[in-house]
């Protein structure tokens, strides 16, 4: 085992009796690494997790985690973390003893245990609040206290399966920007299960997008936005103009049609090609489109257009002059913004 794979999952399939959920899925996670997995409702996020954390028996493939084949060890003997989205504070226990739970089932006590309990308590910033009951807490602390209820633990590797799906926008951030600072102070390895695109470009050091079952794309959070390889994942991450490309040509509602400008070096051979709403010129260009919805977005306005080549999703800055519903448009799809596909799916 070296640190570039600290855990892996080899050729891994799980299903819960006939209906398999993932399928033959190999990920390699370096030590200390933080990694989001992405992807549909029903992707097998969850899954995974589960598998990794020993709460699901695999059908085949191995989980390696630091040397060791874990693929059937028990859960309680993995040293895997787990926090879900419901992380459950014991309600009649105090900040303290939440925290001591785990580590007093392992046999500590004494000072050894109050000095990991107090430092658990400090690296999440709750040192005042010990004696509180979970009752007493805001909806992010309580989140911190199970943070720290899952560290002290020292758990190898930390799964998370949207831990912050059920706080609002504010405490989201504040407990994103938490969960980073512990993670890179701890050097913990982290999974991190969101639904959230923006929470996985924010957090991770690498995304995983998966889709039905299988990896769709691995790779930095700049590779997954800026440069998605497949139709799905570019739909994903908000490239809401997606054409197949045939022999050069965008493959459109109006038949084949020439791009404008010329292609990045790789894009001609590329199976399709996609651009954000950002990246469509409104106003000028070889298109023409009929406005069809609009909405403003604070710093932006956007628009629905209606096309020969197919529905257009186009963004602009709001101080840009506003445009009627109903109004005819010309418009661009600059080939030289545009990101090639090499799958469409
Ligand atoms: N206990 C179960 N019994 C049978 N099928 C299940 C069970 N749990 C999940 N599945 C199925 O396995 C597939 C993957 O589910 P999973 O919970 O891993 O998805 P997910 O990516 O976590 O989705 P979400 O984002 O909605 O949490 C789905 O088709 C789901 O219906
Ligand atoms: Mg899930």
Excluded at 20 to 43: F, R
Excluded at 62 to 86: C, E, W, Y
Excluded at 120 to 147: I, M, T, Y
Excluded at 223 to 250: C, H, Q, W
């Amino acid at each position: 085992m070296s640190d570039a794979s600290y855990l892996s999952l080899e050729k891994l399939t799980l299903a819960y009796g006939d209906s398999v959920a993932v399928a033959n899925l190999d990920l390699t996670i370096k030590k200390g690494e933080l990694i989001a997995l992405l992807g549909p409702s029903g992707c097998g996020k969850t899954t995974t997790m589960r598998a990794i954390a020993g709460l699901l028996a695999v059908k085949s493939g191995h989980v390696r985690l630091d040397g060791a084949d874990i693929t059937r060890v028990p859960a309680n003997k993995r040293a895997v973390g787990l926090m879900f989205q419901s992380y459950a504070l014991f309600p009649h226990l105090s900040v303290y003893e939440n925290v001591a739970f785990g580590l007093k089932l392992k046999g500590m006590r004494g000072p050894e245990l109050d000095a990991k309990v107090q430092s658990g308590l400090k690296s999440v910033g709750l040192s005042n609040f010990a004696n509180r009951r979970p009752a007493e807490l805001s909806g992010g602390q309580q989140q911190r206290v199970a943070l720290a209820r899952s560290m002290v633990m020292e758990p190898k590797v930390l799964l998370l399966d949207e831990p912050l799906s059920n706080l609002d926008a504010r405490l989201r951030l504040e407990m994103r920007t938490e969960l980073q600072r512990v993670q890179k102070a701890t050097g913990v390895t982290m999974i991190f299960v969101t639904h959230d695109q923006a929470e996985a470009l924010a957090l991770a050091d690498r995304i995983v997008v998966m889709k039905s079952g299988k990896i769709e794309q691995i790779g930095s959070p700049e590779d997954i936005y800026n440069r998605p390889t497949s139709s799905f994942v570019a739909d994903f991450v908000g490239f809401e103009n997606i054409f197949p490309l045939e022999n050069g040509k965008m493959k459109t509602g109006a038949g084949l049609v020439d791009l404008s400008g010329s292609l990045s070096s790789e894009a001609p051979s590329a199976a399709g090609l996609a651009w954000r709403p950002r990246m469509v010129t409104l106003g000028t260009g070889p298109f023409q489109g009929t406005v069809r919805g609009t909405s403003f977005a604070g710093d932006s306005r956007e628009y629905l257009l209606d096309s020969p080549l197919g529905p257009i999703k186009a963004e602009v800055e709001a101080s840009q002059p506003a445009h009627a519903l109903g109004a005819g448009l010309s418009f661009d799809l600059p080939a030289e913004k545009a990101a090639p596909l090499s799958r469409f799916v």
